[in-house]
């Protein structure tokens, strides 16, 4: 695994690395339930892919991938060396799934919803909570939806269970719901006025 040799990681052999990514990481799940959907021409969306599901990716015509995990992680270390073997390109918005983004993050993430290659795929480890927050935002701010109608893609469907360590997604959703029912302002406007993500985060 020269890949992670040269990035500072010579303790990790070939068994360790499909050791740890294949169980501690979960990934035969997500290989026997991909979570994979298309939202629409320009977006799928999936928990994180294998080698495998990134070459079928490809062959669908997707362009570019964009990965809400951290981008040191030893996944999105064999992501990163597949998409450069495919060709496809890569680009990584930490998200958390316990605390609602910073205002830079979230201008980010709507940044690269925007400008990366299309068609493109959004992903997470599981595919439900972060990325279905991405969905959401692509559906509202970027495609026009309605948030009521957007906010469907944080769904059981996808593996999206509101319990209290994600419920804060909705909280900060509902913050904004509430002051685009009263104002009628428009959601990257809000971030810029009204989204206090360190009051969202110790309330929650």
């Known amino acids: 695994m020269q890949f992670f040799e040269d990035r500072g990681h010579p303790a990790y052999t070939p068994r360790l690395i499909l050791t740890r990514y294949w169980m501690a990481d979960h990934a035969w799940v997500r290989a026997l339930f991909p979570n994979f959907y298309k939202v629409d021409d320009e977006l799928y969306r999936s928990n994180h892919p294998g ?3 990134l070459a079928k990716a490809k062959a669908l ?3 570019s991938v964009l990965s809400l995990r951290d981008p040191d992680c030893m996944p999105s270390r064999l992501e990163r060396a597949a998409c450069d ?23 980010s993430l709507l940044e690269k ?22 969905v959401t935002l692509h559906r509202h701010v970027i495609r026009g939806e309605p948030l009521s109608e957007a906010r ?3 769904h059981w469907t996808y593996g999206h269970l509101p319990m209290v360590k994600n419920d804060i997604v909705h909280r900060m959703l509902d913050a904004y719901a509430a002051d685009s029912a009263r104002t009628g302002i428009e959601f990257e406007a809000w971030l810029d006025s009204a989204y206090d993500p360190v009051a969202l985060n110790l309330a929650h």
């Open 152 to 154: 469907k893609s944080l």
């Open 61 to 63: 015509g997707i362009r």
């Open 51 to 53: 080698r495998r599901r």
């Open 85 to 107: 073997r495919l060709g496809l390109e890569l680009q990584f918005v930490r998200l958390r799934t316990v605390f609602v983004p910073s205002t830079e993050t979230m201008k």
């Open 113 to 134: 919803l925007r400008d990366m290659p299309k068609p493109m795929l959004v992903h997470c480890k599981s595919g439900a909570d972060r990325t279905g927050l991405a």
